[in-house]
């Protein structure tokens, strides 16, 4: 029972737990993997239609990152994804431009992280639970880390 309480008051401590030459030493991530995620005129910024938007990304850690959008008529689909290293981005990466079409009104984007390459899994459809879709998502990724961070804009 001792054995159980120090071995317990170690792991919840975050700290190197050694046992007659066994080390144990492990450490929990709490930093999210997505510090910044914006369009370039930022949160809230309203576009015209035929105008470009791009999005500015941070990430703590490289991973994959898929860029999703909810339109105005409820409609989700993957504009794309990446594999990104750690720092910060422009997306669409060089030459490539979303250019904005109808329908007019707010656009929900989201940059969706993940450790693991997702696959052939997509995120698309109309969604009326969003995080049942994500689950799906992430459990055919396999991935062990992800973060969900979300933007806004207008189109006009």
Do not use: K, W
């Given at each position: 029972?001792?054995?159980?309480?120090?071995?317990?008051?170690?792991?919840?401590?975050?700290?190197?737990?050694?046992?007659?030459?066994?080390?144990?030493?492990?450490?929990?991530?709490?930093?999210?993997?997505?510090?910044?995620?914006?369009?370039?005129?930022?949160?809230?910024?309203?576009?015209?239609?035929?105008?470009?938007?791009?999005?500015?990304?941070?990430?703590?850690?490289?991973?994959w990152v898929a860029l999703v959008v909810e339109d105005p008529d409820g409609r989700t689909y993957e504009l794309d994804r990446f594999y990104l290293p750690r720092g910060t981005h422009v997306l669409p990466p060089g030459p490539y431009r979303y250019t904005l079409t109808p329908p007019r009104g707010l656009y929900r984007v989201r940059a969706v992280y993940t450790d693991r390459e997702p696959g052939g899994v997509r995120l698309q459809g109309v969604y009326t639970d969003w995080d049942a879709r994500l689950r799906v998502y992430l459990e055919a990724s396999g991935a062990r880390a992800y973060h969900v961070a979300e933007t806004y804009f207008y189109a006009r």
């Open positions: 029972m001792r054995f159980l309480l120090v071995l317990l008051a170690g792991l919840l401590s975050a700290c190197t737990v050694t046992l007659e030459g066994l080390t144990l030493t492990y450490r929990f991530d709490y930093s999210p993997a997505i510090l910044r995620f914006e369009p370039d005129r930022g949160a809230g910024a309203t576009y015209y239609l035929g105008e470009e938007v791009r999005f500015f990304l941070t990430l703590n850690r490289p991973g």
